[in-house]
């Protein structure tokens, strides 16, 4: 199984930026996908999720209303639309994924991927 994170970068606060999660090794239809993401010097933190079944989304308080979180079962691949960036939402984002939404938790996930670095400049 493999998770591959990509997209991250550079942009400025207020701007946008889309990152992504290719899948491979597992039935990607069949497991709910999450996104995390570690700030330098603190914990990884639970961002958003995905289901499986019907496709229903979960967010953070603290990118509720900017972040979009979407899958496209076809193309066994994640994304993380990232509008109005802060700078406090510099951290690397880390995907992952669990045969339930109730496991996308720090910890409790299946598989991970690598992550990809995000940094948002004022």
């Known amino acids: 199984v493999q998770l591959q994170a990509f997209g991250g970068g550079l942009v400025q606060a207020g701007g946008s930026l889309r990152v992504s999660c290719a899948v491979s090794g597992l039935t990607f239809s069949r497991y709910a996908m999450g996104w995390f993401r570690q700030a330098p010097g603190k914990e990884r933190v639970f961002v958003a999720a995905i289901t499986w079944t019907d496709g229903s989304a979960y967010y953070a308080d603290s990118v509720k209303g900017r972040f979009t979180i979407s899958r496209d079962n076809a193309k066994n691949t994640a994304y993380l639309q990232m509008n109005s960036l802060k700078p406090e939402d510099t951290a690397v984002y880390y995907c992952?994924?669990?045969?339930?939404?109730?496991?996308?938790?720090?910890?409790?996930?299946?598989?991970w991927g690598q992550g990809t670095l995000v940094t948002v400049s004022s």
């Open positions: 992952a994924a669990a045969a339930s939404v109730s496991k996308i938790r720090v910890g409790m996930c299946d598989y």
